[in-house]
């Protein structure tokens, strides 16, 4: 199993980006994708969820970032628009066996982790 998320770099407030995982080793239509973001100094904390049942999102982001997934390239997306200064982080995706959010982001009910994509977001 492996993730790659792809995407990141530095725009100015207001500005977007769009995140992108890279799935090998399984099928997304089988698993949950979580977003997650870890910004310096302060926990990982969950950004957005999908499987092919739910999707989910922190409420820090709702309204701004749209997650969705292709599985003919089984890749997930984080669309991130109007960013905030907030929004700088290192963003992982990652895998959960189980297919359903249920907007669950604890750290331990994800198996699998990426490399983690740096997101910076300034002026």
């Known amino acids: 199993v492996q993730l790659v998320e792809s995407g990141g770099g530095l725009v100015q407030p207001g500005g977007s980006l769009r995140l992108s995982c890279a799935a090998s080793g399984f099928t997304l239509d089988r698993s949950a994708i979580g977003w997650f973001r870890q910004a310096p100094g302060k926990e990982r904390e969950g950004v957005s969820c999908i499987s092919s049942r739910d999707a989910s999102y922190a409420d820090s982001t709702k309204g701004r970032f749209t997650i969705s997934r292709d599985n003919t390239k089984n890749t997930v997306y984080l669309q991130m628009n109007s960013l905030e200064p907030e929004d700088t982080a290192v963003y992982y995706c990652?895998?959960?066996?189980?297919?359903?959010?249920?907007?669950?982001?604890?750290?331990?009910?994800?198996?699998?982790w990426g490399q983690g994509t740096q997101v910076t977001v300034s002026s």
């Open positions: 990652a895998v959960r066996a189980i297919d359903l959010c249920g907007g669950n982001y604890g750290l331990n009910k994800y198996d699998y």
